[in-house]
């Protein structure tokens, strides 16, 4: 049922513009698929699906590779604008919270962001790990946050 329900979400979304988990659950419906939406929210985090802009104050679900990369810096940019409320470090690991939902978009983007000294990323509800190597880079990469926030 899983496999076929996440099948079915992942051709929803590539047939038409979905923007809200509800409006995920009424064409998971008309397919005979009924669901709750704590179930659509983990298949959306379990297929990594992100939001994409579709026009200036809009966004629909989209598969990851549906995304621009490398991110261009201006998208990297707004995301964080408008989604980091704060962050810090130690020794090698910086965490970033934001608002809540945020933290898998932002976290994609800072994957695709094409920094080198990044090793990776961990992203809860409101909250991503940031693994840096070296440990040195991470003042760098504490002032691209700075720069992208600024």
């Known amino acids: ?14 047939e038409k513009p979905i923007t809200t988990q509800s409006q995920l659950a009424e ?6 698929i009924k669901t709750t939406q704590a179930t ?14 579709i026009g200036p104050d809009s966004y629909r679900y989209a598969k990851p590779q549906q995304v621009d990369t490398p991110q261009s810096y201006e998208r990297l940019r707004r995301l964080f604008r408008e989604n980091v409320v704060k962050y810090d470090y130690s020794e090698n690991l910086i965490l970033i919270q934001t608002l809540p ?3 898998h978009n932002v976290a ?9 000294e990044l090793l990776g990323t961990v992203a809860g509800d409101d909250t ?8 040195d880079a991470v003042r760098q990469i504490m002032e691209r946050i700075d ?3 600024g």
């Open 40 to 53: 659509i929210s983990r298949d959306i985090k379990e297929l990594h699906l992100v939001k994409v802009p």
């Open 147 to 149: 720069e992208l926030l």
């Open 101 to 103: 939902g945020a933290a």
């Open 128 to 135: 991503i790990l940031m693994i840096i190597k070296p440990r």
């Open 27 to 32: 064409e998971l419906l008309k397919r005979g």
């Open 1 to 14: 049922m899983k496999l076929r329900r996440q099948k079915a979400i992942l051709e929803i979304i590539e």
């Open 108 to 116: 994609f983007a800072i994957d695709h962001s094409g920094w080198k």
